[in-house]
């Protein structure tokens, strides 16, 4: 079996408890991705890191290399992505703490570099996207919670916005009018690219606050208090789903 690839996100510098062997520097057609690829073993099972923004969290969600990323982790052999994604929740299942598997998307970005079928590096194409997430890596995730008595929500439309400016509470409320269960900034292009190199890829959304206008207080105060726990929590899924 390949090394699981895991795109660590923006409350995710390493992987707790991740032995690492070596790294490697990928440059791509692309230009560089976000940081070296960090292979090693994760509960005994084989495992590539790649930290979304970058080593020491400097890269703005806008500002990613997103299709670098995805070219060199399939590159380094990966044909399975566990994306992770700090999210604000706005479904009331999603409070700060939650874990969301969402079986959908609604891409609110733009000017991304969105696909590596531009007719400039390869010809056009137009990919299926319809669901954008590997449903049978979905699948496997909901089981691993199922096993280890972990609550998660296995299903939910991931809204991704531009960034990095978080939203307007009028924003959020036509996000739920549109069936949003959670809000995040990274999630596009990074599933559609995915998708195009015949990558299997699924996200865990790690709820880390109330999306703006539903929660009470500071959204940043409810992130530093929250984020450890979700993070914490994601771990004991990683592991069930790494022992499957
Ligand atoms: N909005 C957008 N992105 C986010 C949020 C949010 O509330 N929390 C974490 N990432």
Not at 102 to 128: C, K, M, N, S, W
Not at 186 to 201: H, K, Q
Not at 207 to 234: D, L, R, Y
Request: charged share 20%; proline share 5%.
């Amino acid at each position: 079996m390949s090394a699981l690839g895991i795109i660590g996100s923006s409350s995710m510098d390493d992987l707790p408890g991740f032995k690492q062997s070596r790294a490697s520097n990928e440059s791509t057609p692309y230009g560089d991705p976000s940081s070296r690829l960090a292979h090693g073993q994760l509960y005994g099972k084989p495992v590539i890191f790649l930290a979304r923004h970058g080593d020491g969290q400097s890269i703005a969600p806008h500002l990613i290399n997103y299709r670098a990323n995805l070219w060199a982790l399939q590159y380094a052999g990966v044909e399975r992505v566990l994306a992770v994604n700090a999210v604000g929740g706005i479904g009331e299942r999603c409070v700060s703490g939650s874990l969301v598997i969402p079986d959908d998307l609604i891409d609110y970005t733009h000017g991304r570099e969105q696909t590596f079928f531009d007719g400039a590096g390869q010809d056009l194409r137009h990919v299926e996207f319809s669901p954008p997430y590997d449903e049978e890596l979905r699948q496997r995730l909901c089981a691993a919670s199922s096993a280890a008595r972990i609550g998660i929500i296995p299903d939910g439309i991931h809204g991704v916005v531009q960034g990095p400016r978080l939203e307007t509470a009028a924003e959020i409320k036509r996000l739920k009018r549109d069936g949003c269960a959670i809000v995040g900034m990274t999630g596009m292009p990074e599933a559609v690219l995915a998708r195009e190199i015949g990558v299997a890829y699924a996200c865990c959304g790690i709820v880390v606050n109330q999306a703006a206008g539903i929660g009470s207080g500071s959204i940043h105060m409810e992130i530093e208090a929250t984020k450890a726990e979700g993070i914490a929590v994601f771990m004991q899924l990683l592991r069930q789903f790494l022992a499957g």
